[in-house]
T-cell receptor, first 110, second 114 residues
Framework: AQRVTQPEKLLSVFKGAPVELKCNYS??????LFWYVQYSRQRLQLLLR??SRESIKGFTADLNKGETSFHLKKPFAQEEDSAMYYC????????????FGQGTILTVHP | NAGVTQTPKFQVLKTGQSMTLQCAQD?????MYWYRQDPGMGLRLIYY???????DKGEVPNGYNVSRLNKREFSLRLESAAPSQTSVYFC?????????????FGSGTRLTVV
């Protein structure tokens, strides 16, 4: 069975500090991994896709197949980064049925 | 460009009542999904529709039914609401070829069953 684990329900950092949101997955095949973000009173939106190896809003995430992890990182957190973050796994089906982790609420203090 | 539109935004039901949550997308996406969001549980897939005319169960389908009315619309029905169905419900859609380009989500429906 596929599983996505985000071990931290809550994460608090100060502005300017580095932040890392952890995501571990359990899947023996070739996964597609994503990070989604939900800002206060806004709808969920895609933040990052591992296949694109992009940096969005200063965030990066590297897929580590050996550790089965896809941690989200930002070197200098900003107050506007405060949000709920979800890691999500697609098993590679053509229609893309995503399995989401439990979510991490990030709070960046001034 | 509205994207994914869900109605209603809020609803309070009494136990045993029925209701239908509506979802429509205007992006010509083939695949549509219904998730529920509960604290500490993340988003869990209720039902999905890979393409028009097909629907399949997700992780937590009990107590729900769906209809893919056409390519644009995918509704979720609660036949006899229970307090355990109190949740925030999200509809999403994705392009043909998978979620490589990501889901587009609706704004959610906050449902309370008393």
């Amino acid at each position: 069975a596929q599983r996505v684990t985000q071990p931290e329900k809550l994460l608090s950092v100060f502005k300017g500090a580095p932040v890392e949101l952890k995501c571990n997955y359990s899947y023996s095949g070739s996964p597609e991994l994503f990070w989604y973000v939900q800002y206060s009173r806004q709808r969920l939106q895609l933040l990052l896709r591992h296949i694109s190896r992009e940096s969005i809003k200063g965030f990066t995430a590297d897929l580590n197949k050996g550790e089965t992890s896809f941690h989200l990182k930002k070197p200098f957190a900003q107050e506007e980064d405060s949000a709920m973050y979800y890691c999500a796994l697609n098993l590679g089906t053509s229609y893309g049925k995503l399995t989401f982790g439990q979510g991490t609420i990030l709070t960046v203090h001034p | 460009n509205a994207g994914v539109t869900q109605t209603p935004k809020f609803q309070v039901l009494k136990t045993g009542q029925s209701m239908t949550l509506q979802c429509a997308q205007d992006m010509n996406h083939n695949s549509m999904y219904w998730y529920r969001q509960d604290p500490g549980m993340g988003l869990r897939l209720i039902y999905y529709s890979a393409s028009e005319g097909t629907t399949d169960k997700g992780e937590v389908p009990n107590g729900y039914n769906v209809s893919r009315l056409n390519k644009r619309e995918f509704s979720l029905r609660l036949e006899s609401a229970a307090p355990s169905q109190t949740s925030v419900y999200f509809c999403a859609s994705s392009e043909e070829g998978g979620v490589t380009y990501g889901y587009t989500f609706g704004s959610g429906t906050r449902l309370t069953v008393v």
